[in-house]
């Protein structure tokens, strides 16, 4: 609890961040929003190997287009799961993977959202073990 300048109790509650689910969040700035995806691990086969890729990425868009695309998390999250799995880690060096896949990300995510104003893919995690 916490007493107010006027003298009255009021209780400390932590506000919700109501720009978040269980697939990601959103983050804002001047230039517009940032729509992060939460990590996913996907079993890829690599040179007869079973390797594993944990990716998460942040969307960037505009504030509307980010709300769209928490909206439909679940969605993007299967397209970005699907663009990890169709990678090729064979004739790639480490290096340019993350380039492929945020290529491949942001043309699926134009395809299945045209309307959207898609500016950009960055990674914000992606490991392979």
């Known amino acids: 609890e916490v007493e107010t300048d006027d003298g009255k109790t009021v209780e400390d509650v932590e506000p919700q961040d109501?720009?978040?689910?269980?697939?990601g969040s959103i983050t804002f700035s001047d230039e517009g929003?940032?729509?992060h995806t939460v990590p996913t691990t996907v079993q890829l086969q690599s040179k007869g190997t079973r390797t594993q890729?944990?990716?998460?990425?942040g969307i960037v868009t505009d504030a509307e287009s980010a709300e769209r695309l928490l909206e439909n998390g679940l969605s993007v999250n299967l397209i970005k799961?699907?663009?990890?799995?169709?990678?090729?880690l064979g004739?790639?060096?480490?290096w340019q993977l993350p380039g492929l896949v945020t290529k491949d990300v942001k043309r699926r995510l134009?395809?299945?959202?045209p309307d959207l104003s898609i500016r950009g893919i960055m990674i914000r995690d992606f490991n392979i073990t």
Do not use: G, M, N, R
Request: net charge negative; no cysteine.
């Open 33 to 35: 929003a940032v729509y």
């Open 53 to 57: 890729l944990t990716l998460s990425v």
């Open 91 to 94: 004739p790639y060096l480490d």
């Open 81 to 88: 799961i699907q663009s990890a799995e169709s990678l090729d």
């Open 18 to 23: 109501a720009f978040s689910s269980e697939y």
């Open 110 to 113: 134009e395809l299945a959202y």
